[in-house]
């Protein structure tokens, strides 16, 4: 029996990876130059299914989270499209002209934000006031109306870190934290995962928030610090895997379905 082209088993390119550096900030669009040169060279054909993150990940040698903004990129070219519970199928062939336009990734943006949302919520501890934590627990129970509503603009969360931005009482923090939201809105990668992350009912964990609140209520840089960067380290994780367990669960409603159908059959 002929294996389809996504089911062969494909070369290591470490090797060619390897000759861009170790640069992981960058890393992501060597990763998805390689792959639209796979597609141009024809290993793929419209319609084939592509081979899975993680497997892309161990054959060039590189983190989950490169190889998901680089299929991020190739979804936005529409070389690529994601199918819940059957996978990534190609659905477009690139021509020579096709390369990423490497916009904001979702990774870099949520790093910096770690490392500057963290030092922000470190600096505001110390200058916080009682008022602008009452306004924080506000904003929480809002995020938590949102969640409950499935309302996907997210505003109350952006305005609980706009809110402790302005907190440090440092315009230049406030404004840094201020073009991180809006790099978030306007690059067309971020847009994609947060829309398949509503898609697998990720939404702010307000339990995080909460912690984050009680931690500017101890008055102490470096327990709001840890707490920042706690919250910010479990999104990365959440949009990472949460779209993949949703192909899952789907892919086992499908299985459950189709075993009761032919069950049903075999009864009759």
Known sequence: MSMSKSAQKLPLVHSELGAFGTDE??????V???????????????????PAERDLAVRMQVSRPVVREAMLALEVLGLIEVRLGAGTFVVRLPGESDEPRFNVSP????????VFEGEAAALAAVHIT?????GLEQLVAAIQEQNADQIAEENADMAFHMAIARATRNAAVEKTVEDLWLQRWSSPECNLLLEQARTANVL????EHTAIVEALRSRKPQVARMAMRAHLDAVIKHLLFAVEKKALAEARRSVDSQRQRFGSVARI
């Open 25 to 30: 900030s960058r890393l992501y669009k060597r």
């Open 107 to 114: 990774f870099e943006l949520l790093e910096a934000r770690l």
């Open 32 to 50: 998805a130059s390689a792959l639209i040169e796979e597609l141009q060279s024809g290993r793929f054909a419209i319609g084939d299914k592509m």
């Open 130 to 134: 009682d008022e602008e934590i009452a």
């Open 204 to 207: 702010p964990v307000v339990d």
